[in-house]
């Protein structure tokens, strides 16, 4: 466990760069001409598909910045200053395309639980009591997680047990780094 703990470290530590970068975007309206709506503000049953906080902006940065990290793993990669068998891809040549992979997944894996949520009436930022609420909240923490794992299942093929303690791990993580996001103004909620 603590060598997949690594290697899940090392292959979404390009996510943290894109978060970040996509943080800064939203809390100083940065590239605002792209913050529009993904779902081109068409609507469903009456309710929005996904709503407004699912943007091009978000989509572009995620990617960019996820292409750029994996892109600076490849760098590492080929310096050999990453350890042998921390890695789950050869970065120095593939690495633009398993950032591309991760910026998408992050954004697309998001998608599914905001549609849910905006057909439900939940707004964006807040969740349900009950069972429902505990749904959602695990929902956000992991969804990002599941769009990524979907992006690459046909190139790792992961053990079923690498998927559930990657979720685990993202749980822990993403509270941690919405957490100091809250702190910094970043994002409205900490979940």
Known sequence: MLLWTYQLLFFGSPLLLAALAHGFCIRYDWFSSLKKPMDFGLSLRGKRVFGDNKTWRGLLVHVIFCVLGATAQGWLQKQGVIPPGLAFFDYARHGPVVGFFLGMGMTIGELPNSFLKRQLDIPPGHRRRGAGGLFFFFLDQVDLV????????????????LVIWSLALTVALHLAVSSVGYVLKMRKTIS
Do not use: H, T
């Open 146 to 161: 599941l769009g990524i794992w979907l992006f690459f299942f046909f190139v790792v093929k992961p053990p079923a047990l």
